[in-house]
Each structure stands twice: as C-alpha cells, then as structure tokens.
C-alpha cells in the first residue's frame, strides 16, 4: 500500500502561481509513475500531468501545457506540481496518484492504484 499526502494548495490571484507537493509512503516510491488529476465542482475528475517513475517522461493535458511542471525526487518520495500563470478556471481540488510498475505512466484515472486526498486551489479573478 502507497499512502500518498498532498499539500500546497491555497488561494491565489490570477495570474500567480502555487507549487503543490505530493509525498509518498509504505511502498517503494521509484516503483510508482505519478500522476496530478482536478476536480471542479460539478465536473468529473480529469487529467493534469504525468511522470513515469524515473522523472524521464512527463505528460500534460493541453490545458496546463506551457504553465504547469510536474516534477519527482525519488530520494524524497516526493511528486511536485508547479503552476504559473493560473486561471480562475484552474480552480479545483487537485488530488495526487499512484500508477505501480516501471512502465509508461498512465493519464487516465483508471490506471492509477493509489490517491491521496486533495488539496483546495481556488483562483481569483
């Protein structure tokens, strides 16, 4: 079992930027591709961005292209998600995840084993 803690959210004016933290525990964490999903209110969970388990592959949903960076520190268990340039409508609880295996990382929700709980970003206009 992999517990997963996600940190950083808050709320922030347009156009700022927050860096979210995911720390991970229980399991090899090298062993796991990573990934950040939202969810809106009223909306269904979706994609953020991906990195496979060495950090080599990152993945991004078009909308985040260009501002967000996910990133890893494998001797820190930890998964980061750097947003710039924030939307209001980037609003949402971002949660992280878990895909096991040294593989290529899912970006569909269906592939992930583990989730932690979310933290709230709320951008202002």
């Known amino acids: 079992q992999v517990q997963l803690v996600a940190s950083g959210g808050g709320l922030v004016q347009a156009g700022g930027s927050l860096r979210l933290s995911c720390a991970a525990s229980?399991?090899?964490?090298?062993?796991?591709?990573m990934g950040w999903f939202r969810q809106a209110p009223g909306k269904e969970r979706e994609f953020v961005a991906a990195?496979?388990?060495?950090?080599?592959?990152?993945y991004y949903a078009d909308s985040v292209k260009g501002r967000f960076t996910i990133s890893r520190d494998n001797a820190k268990n930890t998964v980061w998600l750097q947003m710039n340039s924030l939307k209001p409508e980037d609003t949402a609880v971002y949660s992280c995840?878990?895909?096991?295996?040294?593989?290529?990382?899912?970006?569909?929700?269906?592939?992930?084993?583990?989730w932690g709980q979310g933290t709230q970003v709320t951008v202002s206009s």
């Open positions: 990195i496979n388990w060495s950090g080599g592959n990152t």
């Open positions: 229980g399991r090899t964490f090298s062993n796991y591709g």
């Open positions: 995840a878990a895909d096991y295996g040294r593989k290529p990382v899912a970006t569909i929700r269906e592939g992930y084993d583990y």
